[in-house]
C-alpha cells in the first residue's frame, strides 16, 4: 500500500497540472476570438445601379457583298492597238461616249471601197431596170446585180459590227475606274482595262442565308455593319431565291440601301434576326461574373440592423442571352428596382457587406 501513495500522488499531480494548462488555453483561445470579434466586419466598395429594361431581338451577323446597279469591267472583244483614251481614269463619262478607241483604218478603208462598188453597182441596177422596160435586157442580168447589191450591203454591215467591237462606249452615266494603259498599247481579247462604276447613290447588299437560320422576306429592313462593328445604316430586303444551294444549304438573299458611301466589292456585315423578341434586362458587362455553373450578378440588399455597411451582396443566376463591350442583356427572376453591382464586382462573395463609390449608386 506504501508503495502505491507515490504514484497516486504523481497521477493526481499531473491531472492538475493538466486542468491548469488546459484552463489557460482555454483562456487564451476565448480572449482571440474575442479579440477578433472587436475588429469590424471588411466590406468592398463598388458601383452599382438599377438594370435596365429593353426589348431584344436575337440576331445573328452574316458576311454580304457590295454591289452597284449600275456596274460594269471595260472589256475588249477582239484584240488591237489601243489608238484612243478618250475618258482620264477617275473622271465621269456620260452615256454613248467612247471610253477605248482601238486601230481600225484598215477596216474603214475597206469599208470605203465596198461603199464605193455598192454605189456603182446600185446606179447599174439603175440603168438595167430602165433597160428592162424597154425589153433591152433580161429579168437574170437585174437579178445578179440585185445579188451583188445585197452582197455589198451585207459585208459593210458586217464591218460595222466589227467597228462596234473595236470602239468601246459607256454603256450608261458613270466613272472611269483607274487603268494603266496608254495610246499604242496592244490589248488581247478579253482583256479588262478599267472598272466603270453607275453614278446613283443605290447599293445592293448581296447575302447568303443558311438554311433555318431566319425567316426572311421582302420588304424587310436589316442593319449594316463594317468589319469593325461599327453600323452604317439600314437596308431593305428587295428579293429572297426561292431556292436553296444543295453544296452550302443556304439561300440567296439582296438588300437595298440608299444613300451609303460603299464600294462595289466592299465586304460588311449584314444582322438578321433570328428568333422573337423578349424582354431582357442590361447591365454594363462589368457586373457578371462567371463560375463553373456560369453566369451570375450580384445584388446589393440592404444589410441588417447595426451592420457597418449599407449592403450586403447576394449571388443571382442569369441567363446571359448577348454581351458586347458596352453592355450585357441576360433574363434573370430579379427586380428591377433593386440594385446590382457593377464595377468591383469581382471583388464580392456571397455575404460580403458593400459600400457604394462616394456613397451614391455609381450609375
Known sequence: ???????????????L????LATVKYQQITAAIAYGASFPET???????????VSY?????????????QFSEITTEIGGRIVALPVPAGSV???????VELFSADLTARQDALRAEQRLVTMQLKRSRALKEQALISQSDIDIQESQLNALDAQISAIDAQLTRLTIRAPFAGQMGIYTQVVGDMLDA?????AFTGLGNERWIDFNV?????????GDTINLFDLDGEALGMATITVVSDSINANTR??????SAQGLELKHGELVQVEVANGATVIAFELPPSGVRWDTEGPYIFQLNESEAGAQRPYRAQSQRITLIDKTASRALFIANINEQSLFATTGAFKLNDGVLAQLVNGTNGS
Open 1 to 15: 500500500m506504501r508503495k502505491l501513495i507515490p504514484w497516486l500522488v504523481t497521477l493526481m499531480t499531473c491531472f
Open 17 to 20: 497540472v493538466t486542468g491548469a
Open 43 to 53: 466590406y468592398e466598395v463598388v458601383n452599382a445601379q438599377q438594370p435596365g429594361v
Open 57 to 69: 431581338t436575337p440576331a445573328r451577323r452574316l458576311g454580304g457583298t457590295v454591289r452597284r446597279p
Open 93 to 99: 463619262a456620260q452615256k454613248g461616249d467612247v471610253l
Open 190 to 194: 478579253g482583256e479588262v482595262v478599267a
Open 210 to 218: 443558311p438554311q433555318g437560320l431566319a425567316a426572311i422576306a421582302v
Open 250 to 255: 443556304t439561300f440567296a438573299v439582296r438588300a
